[in-house]
């Protein structure tokens, strides 16, 4: 079992920045890779993700915007989140991708609101 706990979302005017937290526990060596989620009206997408390799990939609405990392020490992925744009508002969901065929793990979701 996996417990993934986000912390970071708020209110931020456009061109703003933030950095989203994802602390997991729990076992953490079951896991293949991290990564965002965001959902708002009309709209859902995979924003990053990180494997367990380090190789990353985003979206091409957030390249060259959003950069995710990872601190193995603290088991924690981050989002930094250059640049904010409106579009961006959304609720931001951290997932875990365990090994084999089972489900993702999911954090509690944060919102995260550009607006001026």
């Known amino acids: 079992q996996v417990q993934l706990v986000e912390s970071g979302g708020g209110l931020v005017q456009p061109g703003g920045s933030l950095r989203l937290s994802c602390a997991a526990s729990?076992?953490?060596?079951?896991?293949?890779?991290m990564g965002w989620y965001r959902q708002a009206p009309g709209q859902r997408e995979l924003v990053a993700s990180i494997?367990?390799?380090?190789?990353?990939n985003y979206a091409d609405s957030v390249k060259g915007r959003f950069a995710i990392s990872r601190d193995n020490a603290k088991n924690t992925v981050y989002l930094q989140m250059n640049n904010l744009k409106p579009e961006d508002t959304a609720v931001y969901y951290c997932?875990?991708?365990?090994?084999?065929?089972?489900?993702?793990?999911w954090g509690q979701g944060t919102q995260v609101t550009v607006s001026s």
């Open positions: 997932y875990a991708k365990p090994y084999g065929l089972r489900p993702n793990y």
């Open positions: 729990g076992s953490i060596f079951s896991i293949n890779a």
């Open positions: 494997t367990i390799g380090g190789i990353t």
